[in-house]
């Protein structure tokens, strides 16, 4: 995979000398800016890709001379289907029982609390609008919003359970 990121930066590159890392970031969608910053500071220490400071007070990267570019031929893009999950669904009046208790605490102020009644409703609730008015309630708990891997005060929260 380095060895890819490098040649699709090179390739870039030579198309668009004198280019900055934003430019070659935004032609790698695919790929994470910590990446494109690594793979360039790796070709310049190897001396495929040569870095001036431009008027701007940042890199502009053009090939080294005497550099050859490797080919690369574009990907043919593959659809490839999304994979959901199947869901646990509930009942209408389940769904609203568990949303009523969990509003009921957070406005006794449990908001730990609350923040993992909403997380396991939102395992349990497949409807795009509801699922928003989950996050929205969830975002009154003070708690991070994001939800499987997230530590509050030393509590796990995020193992949804049904």
């Not at 495929?48 to 990907?75: L, M, Q, W």
Request: glycine letters at 6%; hydrophobic letters at 35%; a positive charge.
């Amino acid at each position: 995979m380095r060895v890819q990121i490098q040649n699709l930066i090179l390739n870039f590159i030579s198309e668009n000398p004198g280019t900055q890392i934003s430019a070659v970031v935004s032609s790698l969608p695919d790929v994470d800016r910590s990446s494109v910053s690594s793979a360039l500071t790796r070709l310049t220490m190897q001396g495929k890709v040569s870095r001036k400071t431009a008027s701007n007070k940042r890199f502009s990267y053009t090939i080294a001379s005497g550099e050859t570019v490797p080919s690369i031929s574009k990907p043919v893009p593959v659809h490839v289907p999304a994979v959901v999950p199947k869901q646990h669904s509930i009942s209408t009046e389940e769904w609203e029982r568990r949303f009523s208790k969990a509003e009921a605490l957070l406005e006794k102020g449990l908001l730990r609390r609350a923040n993992q009644a909403f997380l396991e409703l939102l395992d349990v609730t497949a409807e795009t609008t509801l699922r928003d008015k989950i996050v929205r309630h969830r975002d009154q708990c003070g708690c991070k919003p994001s939800g499987d891997d997230s530590m509050m005060a030393g509590h796990f929260v995020g193992m949804g359970l049904v």
